[in-house]
């Protein structure tokens, strides 16, 4: 199975400023996700994460607010850009690997952000 | 679209006595269901999942669920809760005809009473 580690594990930051979230999984995956959790809510899937090409936004979500990395197979970054508030959230990383007869996902312990 | 429902935002049960969380399901294609299960300050735990094999689908730590296409549903059950139970469940279900990516019911949060 996969092991995913995320980080920071929590941070908390200064409105206008960008925090970016490193996920590192420990062996190859097909697809990596990003989810938000709010305060209290459930979560919701951000985008996916392409490797080597720009990132799949869901409604409501936009590249220059939240830019995304995905260089290789195992690695990906989550940027939360010009911070306010409303983006005190836990954000997930998620990542689903294949094999011949399963396929598995796993998440990120998340990172908790609080905004001031 | 797919989508689920939880329909109980919080539930309380003694020790000892039986859980059911309710989910029901909205989906164009065959789904994947799943359950997750978050404790406190923790990552999220796949519980079971349902890929259109057997209806009746056990899990981890004595949960089961059993899929019900005629209801639309795909509740979560228990026979004895424990204390350890005490968390915060997710009915998830897969957005594609694949896996992937899931869409996350609101929670349901379970309580258990010594």
């Known amino acids: 199975s996969a092991v995913i580690s995320q980080k920071p594990s929590r941070d908390i930051c200064q409105r206008g400023t960008s925090l970016t979230i490193q996920c590192q999984v420990d062996?190859?995956?097909?697809?990596m996700f990003w989810y938000r959790q709010q305060p209290g809510q459930s979560l919701t899937l951000i985008a996916t994460a392409n490797q080597g090409s720009e990132a799949t936004y869901e409604s409501g979500f936009v590249i220059d607010k939240f830019p995304i990395s995905r260089p290789n197979l195992t690695f990906s970054t989550l940027t939360v850009s010009n911070m306010s508030p409303e983006d005190s959230s836990i954000y997930l990383c998620?990542?689903?690997?294949?094999?011949?007869?399963?396929?598995?996902?796993?998440f990120g312990s998340g990172t908790q952000l609080s905004v001031l | 679209a797919q989508s689920v429902t939880q329909l109980d935002s919080h539930v309380s049960v003694s020790e000892g006595t039986p859980v059911l969380l309710r989910c029901n399901y909205s989906s164009s294609y065959s789904p994947s269901l799943f359950w997750y299960v978050q404790h406190p300050n923790k990552g999220l735990q796949l519980l079971l999942k349902?890929?259109?094999?057997?209806?009746l689908v056990k899990g981890i730590n004595g949960f089961e669920a059993e899929f019900k296409k005629s209801e639309t549903s795909f509740h979560l059950t228990k026979p004895s809760a424990h204390m350890s139970d005490a968390a915060e469940y997710f009915c998830v279900v897969s957005r594609n005809s694949g896996n992937t990516p899931l869409v996350f019911g609101k929670g349901t949060r379970l309580s258990v009473i010594a």
């Open positions: 062996s190859q995956v097909t697809m």
């Open positions: 349902y890929t259109s094999a057997a209806t």
């Open positions: 998620s990542a689903r690997q294949d094999s011949l007869r399963n396929e598995k996902l796993f």
